[in-house]
T-cell receptor, first 116, second 111 residues
Framework: DSGVTQTPKHLITATGQRVTLRCSPR?????VYWYQQSLDQGLQFLIQ???????AKGNILERFSAQQFPDLHSELNLSSLELGDSALYFC???????????????FGSGTRLTVV | GNSVTQMEGPVTLSEEAFLTINCTYT??????LFWYVQYPGEGLQLLLK?????DKGSNKGFEATYRKETTSFHLEKGSVQVSDSAVYFC??????????FGQGTRLTINP
């Protein structure tokens, strides 16, 4: 167990629907990162939050949004889902922000989203 | 911007063979470099890391040396096992927060 908890593990939904993926970071970690892993795009950075504030944005679609709550858990909201959104969505956390770049991340086991 | 290029897979080897997975990077400044491993059905796990030039990261028999002159961080293991079958990702982290990953290399070890 890495300490980063993601729920649900699997999600199957229809096109046009909206889903929410949840991530609880490792205890003490303030930064949460979301990544999308698909067969054709590899691992793509979506967005980062640090202590409740958005810090960096990557290749995140406008249909997607995220937030980090006061208890530091984060949710990734995916709306108007398309078939191409089917992927593994990973959350990661780290204990430092920009200064300590030699820290790696701790990843959760991911949420597998299938859009049918 | 920062980028990582890994050797394309899939790579298939026999047990006890020598493994090299090439990784080169483009970055400004002095990034930290990482190798992550993803076993089937699981998330990514940090395998090893190096934070400055000439550092050698090692773990579970795997090694990688941070070579600034060739901007490389190749992963090596002297004798692979079936249990090493997984997808391996090279990554860098620069002054900004996010990790930038290579495309991943799928490794299969046959008994």
């Amino acid at each position: 167990d890495s300490g980063v908890t993601q729920t649900p593990k699997h999600l199957i939904t229809a096109t046009g629907q909206r889903v929410t993926l949840r991530c609880s970071p490792r205890s003490g970690d303030l930064s949460v990162y979301w990544y999308q892993q698909s067969l054709d795009q590899g691992l793509q950075f979506l967005i980062q939050y640090y202590n409740g504030e958005e810090r960096a944005k990557g290749n995140i679609l406008e249909r997607f949004s995220a937030q980090q709550f006061p208890d530091l858990h984060s949710e990734l909201n995916l709306s108007s889902l398309e078939l191409g959104d089917s992927a593994l969505y990973f959350c990661a956390s780290s204990s430092r922000d920009r200064v300590f770049a030699h820290y790696g991340y701790t990843f959760g086991s991911g949420t597998r989203l299938t859009v049918v | 911007g920062n980028s990582v290029t890994q050797m394309e897979g899939p790579v298939t080897l026999s047990e006890e063979a020598f493994l090299t997975i090439n990784c080169t990077y483009t970055a400004t400044g002095y990034p930290s470099l990482f190798w992550y491993v993803q076993y089937p059905g699981e998330g990514l796990q940090l395998l090893l890391k190096a934070t400055k030039a000439d550092d050698k990261g090692s773990n579970k028999g795997f090694e990688a040396t941070y070579r600034k002159e060739t901007t490389s961080f190749h992963l090596e293991k002297g004798s692979v096992q079936v249990s090493d079958s997984a997808v391996y990702f090279c990554a860098l982290r620069g002054g900004a927060q996010k990790l930038v990953f290579g495309q991943g290399t799928r490794l299969t070890i046959n008994p």
